[in-house]
């Protein structure tokens, strides 16, 4: 597992696994939610613009992150 960290309260999945650099571009990030490759928190998500905090893990295969604040 590793941390990525955000500035804000929040952070969009979409840009989150931008900023994590899993995702390529946004269209990327919507292919690996719609092939169901993405998880928050345990939970399968297939919402780009779902809202993720500092402290939520977000699994995409068999890498996982956990989102910090500074």
């Given at each position: 597992m590793r941390d990525v960290e955000i500035r804000d309260d929040m952070i969009r999945?979409?840009?989150?696994l931008k900023?994590?650099?899993i995702a390529e571009d946004g269209s990327h990030a919507k292919d690996l939610l719609d092939a169901g490759d993405v998880a928050v928190n345990g939970e399968r998500e297939v919402r780009r613009g779902r809202q993720v905090h500092p402290g939520d893990h977000v699994t995409v295969g068999p890498e996982e992150i956990r989102v910090t604040s500074p």
């Open positions: 999945l979409g840009q989150l900023l994590a650099g």
